[in-house]
């Protein structure tokens, strides 16, 4: 079913006393029913987040998770350990997992099937370089991104995804992707999984923009056709403007 969807991505911010702070502040807030709201702390902070959050309607994810269940993986999380700290979500292919992690779309179509084959969620982040949209070559990339990691999956498996298009450009550096750039991204987006799959399931997928979402700009953003809410960084990490963000429907 497709929602609208405000999610935060810590990446590797707040610790466990921060984090703390976050939860007190964020738990005092009035959220709006027709959005789901989801925060992503790093795996340290993940079962105290659970637990502070038992009551109220926020969901959790992780920012990561290795391919294999379990076995000699130095300091790798599987989707069981996620699973039994109460996370049901994970963020895969973060640009910043692509480029600074060398993760392929070989080892991500395998991570988003160990995601589904343990019931979980899957924000999938797909995302052109300055360099690719410079050269017009940014739909073809996006369109590559998504065939080789997750094209394979089943129809019925598409319940469980969650696509976020982050152009790299646009991530921590303060340009957004124009309002109408975004739109173009994602009605292809839409396309070429109707294409590939059928147009109930493109019209099913909730669809998130990031990079550089900030208070100023979400509602136009989250204004067009095919944006379903955002994936934010540096505007999540307070309550403030992460909460401005979830009221900008
Ligand atoms: P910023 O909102 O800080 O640009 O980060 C976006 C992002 O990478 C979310 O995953």
């Not at 992503?40 to 009551?55: D, G, I, Q």
């Not at 065939?147 to 129809?155: A, K, Q, T, V």
């Not at 997928?205 to 136009?220: H, M, Q, R, W």
Request: glycine content about 6%.
């Amino acid at each position: 079913m497709r929602k609208k969807i405000v999610a935060g991505n810590w990446k590797m911010n707040n610790d466990l006393a921060e984090t703390e702070v976050f939860l007190v502040e964020l738990k005092k807030q009035v959220f709006p029913e027709n959005v789901v709201i989801m925060i992503a702390p790093s795996f340290t902070n993940l079962n105290h987040a659970f637990k502070s959050l038992r009551e109220h309607n926020v969901e959790l994810a992780a920012q990561n998770m290795h391919q294999n269940n379990e076995g000699a993986f130095t300091g790798e999380i599987s989707a069981k350990m996620l699973k039994s700290v109460g996370v049901k979500t994970v963020i895969l292919g973060h640009s910043e997992r692509r480029a600074i992690f060398h993760e392929d779309s070989a080892i991500l179509a395998e991570k988003v099937n160990t995601a589904l084959e343990n019931e979980m969620t899957v924000i999938f982040c797909i995302g052109e370089e300055l360099e690719d949209r410079k050269k017009g070559s940014h739909f073809e990339l996006i369109k590559k991104q998504l065939s080789e990691g997750l094209f394979h999956i089943s129809d019925d498996a598409w319940d469980n995804i969650v696509i976020a298009y982050e152009p790299v450009w646009a991530i921590g550096t303060g340009e957004t992707a124009s309002p109408e750039q975004a739109q173009e991204m994602h009605k292809f987006i839409r396309e070429i999984i109707a294409e590939n799959y059928s147009k109930a399931i493109a019209d099913n997928v909730s669809i998130l923009y990031g990079g550089s979402v900030k208070p100023d700009n979400a509602t136009e953003i989250f204004g067009q056709d095919d944006v379903d809410g955002g994936l934010i960084g540096g505007a999540s990490l307070k309550v403030d403007s992460f909460m401005k963000i979830i009221n900008s429907f």
